[in-house]
């Protein structure tokens, strides 16, 4: 798969992408969206009220069943999306940094690895 990385944006964007984007990235928004494929978040419905909570619990969930850690090796086995969006979550420093946060596990000096994409249908993939 030959990407951005998240660091470009679209060249030429549409009318209709330059109304409707966002102006400051959440990259939380890439664990609630799904494609009904195996390696995505399970698919969810979101309350306004709720969003900032449910965000986190989407993220805080899909990393916990995506992540492993082999500590005598210093190495985390994560999600493709990480690798795919790189610069959504701010490069290496920033994934790091989500993993902290969201599975209390200090990584500054371990290698990352991403998990191979299984993009085999799960659409009953709900919580």
């Given at each position: ?52 909570a449910q965000l986190d619990l989407a993220t805080q969930s899909f990393l916990e ?42 990584v500054p000096n371990y290698t990352i690895k991403y998990k191979k994409y299984s ?9």
């Amino acid at each position: 798969m030959q990407d951005s990385l998240g660091l470009f944006a679209k060249i030429f964007p549409s009318k209709f992408n330059k109304s409707n984007a966002v102006n400051d990235l959440d990259y939380r928004i890439h664990f609630a969206l799904n494609c009904g494929a195996k390696s995505c978040p399970p698919i969810a419905f979101y309350n306004a009220a709720a969003i900032h909570a449910q965000l986190d619990l989407a993220t805080q969930s899909f990393l916990e069943g995506e992540s492993d850690f082999n500590d005598e090796g210093k190495v985390i086995y994560t999600t493709a999306l990480f690798k795919w969006f790189y610069y959504d979550f701010g490069g290496s420093k920033g994934i790091r940094r989500i993993i902290a946060e969201q599975l209390k596990k200090d990584v500054p000096n371990y290698t990352i690895k991403y998990k191979k994409y299984s993009w085999d249908e799960d659409l009953a993939n709900f919580v």
